[in-house]
């Protein structure tokens, strides 16, 4: 029996900065975005949407076709968290109406904490094949603004099921694992915004990248030539291809840059739409993949390197199923990306700036989401979601 993805499904807000505008602003040239990192535009969460909802809207799809008596467990990843106790898929629990016998958890550990619950997804589908996993991994990526990592904002959720036998992509149980105590990017809880040393949190990454290789080669007989194509954690999108030029270094692969950019080019289309999803990006890179690539990826072997700056970070890989396309929701991705509304300089700046209410009065939201679930208000310091 084979473990992994059956179906994975994204979702991102409905208005975006256009990063010429953010350049424009800044009265910098906007290819330092479009090209020096890679990103063209990043989505912006609006007032009624935070990581609860953009995770409902992303698992909607997936809890309609497979029936909401079905799923074992749903694991929340984030780091966007909204309360220091409660889980926040517990809000989505109810607002999917699964069942109340679906236990569900919040893990964190920055960006890679989706990778832990697909693998604990996997290890409890192998323990029951009956009872599928919902992941769902989802976040708004904040800075400050005028401060380096201000155009690698960005927000999306993702949710996958994991199944016994995968229609989408079945994952080999050998991993390579790195941890290491860093402060390259952390967000105290008393800021909304993350604090970052971005220079050093890209070598920090490609560091975590080589040792987490080194230990793969040590567990599984997978080799760098036997993998099509690799999905890295997509900060920006200029990271993966530093990124993969670095493990084609440490692989002596010889390889072309023209070689190098066809093992990545897919992975990277939709993120440069949407920006950092922190959790979500690297899953978000899979879906482009997926749905992007001009050739069948039916038996083609996937890469795929999770990292959580802090540092956790995991390479591990999976064999693309036979009929994977007709599990994925391609035409719903396109569209939800195609009908966004694109934000002036200063919508986007009174966005960012929107208060997040804490006094525990009655605060009602302006109603500006298209999704299918909105914060609808924080009252008495409780959050109040609603369906549309
Ligand atoms: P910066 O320092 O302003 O950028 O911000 P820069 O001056 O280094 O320029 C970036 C690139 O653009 C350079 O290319 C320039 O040459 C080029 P590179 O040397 O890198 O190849 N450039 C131009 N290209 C074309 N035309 C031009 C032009 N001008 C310049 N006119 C930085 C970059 C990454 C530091 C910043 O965006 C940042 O701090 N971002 C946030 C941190 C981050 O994303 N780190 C990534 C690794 S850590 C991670 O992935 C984890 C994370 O997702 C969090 C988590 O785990 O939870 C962040």
Redesign the pocket.
Known sequence: MSVGIDEISFYTSGQYLDLKTLAEHQG??S??YY???GQEKMSMASVDEDVVTLAANAALPIVERIGRESIGALLFAT?TGIDQSKAAGVYVHRLLELNSNCRVVELKQ???SATAAVQMGCALVARNPARPVLVVASDV?R?DLG???E??QGCGAVAMLITANPRILALDPEVGNHTEDVM??WRPNYRSN?L?D??Y??K??LKSLKRCWEHFSEQSSVSYADIDYFCY?L??G??AQ?AHSHLSRVNKSGQTPEQLEQQIEPTLKYNRLIG?S?TA?MYIGLCSLLENSEESLAGRRVGLFS?????VAEFFNGVVQADYAAALHKQRHQQILSQRTELSYDEYIKLYHYPNPTDGGDHRLAEQTQGAFRLAAITDHKREYVAR
């Open positions: 910098i040239d290819n330092k090209d020096g990192i780091e920055a960006c890679y990526a800075y401060s380096p990592g155009a690698t390259d990017f993350a970052v971005g220079k949190s890209t920090i990454y954690h900060p920006f200029k990271m530093k950092n922190y990006s990292y959580g700056s802090g540092c």
